[in-house]
């Protein structure tokens, strides 16, 4: 009766747990909180990567100030007529007037894992910048300038595009002035 008693217990158990489940996913309670987590940590994207010659991308000149810090929302928009995926940091860098780099690129700013992000031809995916301000720069004193853009490329795939968004940049490399989070769906 030992080990018959215990496979009942062991399946009802299951069948509770698959229930209550069930309830909750066709009740939304597993919905993400927001679109910016949706995916599975280390997911690995079922289409093509993105390209950055096949993508839009521009920035959202309205960012938000925070304690020295600004953020900007980075958007790539796929224009391939083709579904493509994205998985990852864009490459970030601040460029001058005639496209040469300002400084170092952009760190990973690990705050959100990293997620494939599935674009269909039209759709669009985002990244948060955050660019220390003027005022953090000076304390820095890392050759503030004016830079004229960002380059901005898909993880690992092209030499990317340049943005225009002028700017206060370090211009003296080691001086990390800019994080980047992982892309997103929007």
Known sequence: MGNTSRFPRR??????VCAVTFSLVTLGAFA???????GSAGARATSPAC?????VIW????GSVVSGNTYYDIELTNFSGKTCSILGYPVVVATNLTGHQLGSAASDNASHKPFAVTL??????????QITTA???RGLKCS????AGLRVSAPNKGTGKVVPFPFQACSSTGHIFMKVQAVQKT
Do not use: C
Request: no cysteine; charged share 5%.
């Open 120 to 129: 269909a031809g039209g759709a669009s995916a985002a990244a948060v910048l």
């Open 32 to 38: 993400p909180i927001s679109s910016a987590y949706a």
């Open 51 to 55: 390209a950055s010659s096949t993508l």
């Open 59 to 62: 920035i959202d000149t309205e």
């Open 144 to 147: 503030p300038q004016l830079a």
């Open 135 to 137: 005022v953090g720069l």
């Open 11 to 16: 399946l009802t158990a299951m069948l509770s």
